[in-house]
């Protein structure tokens, strides 16, 4: 390890790296206000997976290398969901572990994800472009106007449109549900942040989406139509339909999934390309969308990691791991692994292969990856169809948060083209 990273204090292979001056990657203010990159890749390096402690009595291991990442997602035999997939949740199996498609392994989340599965292939979702295309352009309207943009401000509002229009949620609701499921995955950020803690704020949040969808799937099962949340009322497993408690909680998991995702790459993006030839370069070459929407998901791996249980002794780039130990399978090092990925720093709009795993791998891989592929790709062709000259308006601010990559606010202008 450097010595910018750990002082004169090596890291020491299968003991704690927090102890031996890695910084905290639970830490939220580390992704908001730190450089988490330079401490996987460091990781990468020399240790690759490591012991982290989260307090005095609970650990798990950190696994930085693309191949591992990618089988702890895939072999859901030895690294199983339904223990829980949240650092926060470490020690404490999770509620929802065998009912919420998230925390619930093959076969029953197999028959679980299929109904939605084949509701969102890509052709059924680019079956909604036009309606999706309606929501891009009356978020970016405000960019063709004087006084500046909040370009991430709009981008967090942009998977609750499309996603509330899929689930037949009510337009009026959009803005509190977009807030409240920021709150879920960045209850430490000061401006999510309830004066009464961080506990609190993440209690006070789940209570109010929890009793909204409550209504909500009471409401549609009496108006059932073609919906997601129709399609969950229908779905059958284990011989039985899904009962109430379980469709709220997936319906919680399937807009968290979405409204946390989709709207961090394109502000990820700007970011880094803004004032740059190869922004201008990208908005010149409509057959480069593609390519660019899948490099700005593996810029941005805006779902910073996914947590399994080791089922079983197994052993990763050399390190023994012991059953039902807790396994952090970190997706943004594995993005930027400079065995997978060639000069895997520099954000190249033209990369092909690129085998990111933002969405996810194996039976987990992300169910709404489709709707976010074709949001994102509508996105950029009509903000470079349509405006030019973007530049930054002020400083961009970080979301806090250890489990979302994101930015929160990202002040910009543009110009309207002729």
């Given amino acids: 390890m450097t010595d910018q990273l750990t002082g004169n204090c090596p890291v020491v292979t299968g003991q704690c790296p927090v102890a031996h001056g890695v910084p905290d990657l639970v830490d939220p203010t580390m992704h908001s206000d730190g450089d988490p990159h330079a401490v996987w890749r460091e990781l990468r390096r020399d240790d690759p997976v490591s012991r982290h402690a989260v307090d005095e009595e609970r650990s798990f291991w950190s696994v930085t290398r693309y191949d591992d990442c990618d089988r702890v997602l895939r072999d859901h035999e030895t690294f199983t969901s339904a223990r829980g997939t949240m650092i926060d949740l470490i020690g404490t199996d999770d509620p929802a572990g065998g009912s919420q498609l998230a925390v619930t392994d093959p076969p029953r989340h197999t028959v679980m994800r299929e109904p939605l599965q084949r509701a969102l292939t890509i052709r059924a979702v680019e079956r909604s472009s036009r309606v999706i295309g309606v929501q891009i ?90 919906d997601l949340i129709s399609i969950l009322l229908q779905t059958e497993f284990d011989g039985r339909r899904m009962s109430r408690g379980e469709i709220v909680s997936n319906c919680y998991s399937m807009l968290l999934g979405a409204n946390v995702t989709t709207p961090h790459a394109p502000s990820f993006a700007m970011v880094e390309l803004m004032g740059t ?14 390519s660019g929407v899948e490099e700005a998901l593996r810029w941005a791996s805006p779902i910073t990691y996914f947590m399994r249980y080791a089922t079983r002794e197994v052993e990763l780039s050399g390190t023994k791991i012991g059953a039902g130990d807790a396994v952090v399978a970190w997706i943004a090092s594995a993005n930027r692994d400079e065995r997978v990925f060639p000069d895997s720093f520099t954000f190249d709009i033209a990369r092909r292969p690129n085998r990111h795993i933002a969405f996810g791998a194996g039976a987990h891989h992300c169910v709404g990856h489709s709707v976010a592929r074709v949001t994102l790709r509508l996105l950029f062709a009509e903000l470079f169809k349509r405006f030019t000259g973007f530049a930054p308006a002020g400083p961009a601010q970080r979301l806090a948060s250890n489990f979302v990559t994101g930015y929160k606010h990202l002040p910009m202008t543009a110009e309207l083209k002729g």
Avoid at 197 to 221: C, K, N, P, S, W
Wanted: glycine residues 6%.
């Fill in 137 to 226: 352009n009356r978020l970016l309207e405000p960019l063709a106007k004087d006084g500046g943009f909040d370009f991430a401000e709009a981008m967090l509002a942009m998977p609750m449109a499309v996603t509330g229009i899929l689930m037949g949620l009510p337009d009026s609701d959009w803005d509190r549900l977009t807030r409240l499921t920021t709150v879920c995955i960045a209850p430490d950020d000061p401006e999510y942040r309830n004066p009464r803690g961080r506990d609190h704020t993440l209690q006070a949040a789940h209570r109010e989406l929890f009793a909204y969808f409550q209504d909500i799937v009471e409401e549609r099962d009496r108006h059932q139509g073609e």
């Fill in 277 to 290: 030839p190869l922004l201008e370069e990208w908005a010149a070459s409509p057959g480069l969308i593609r």
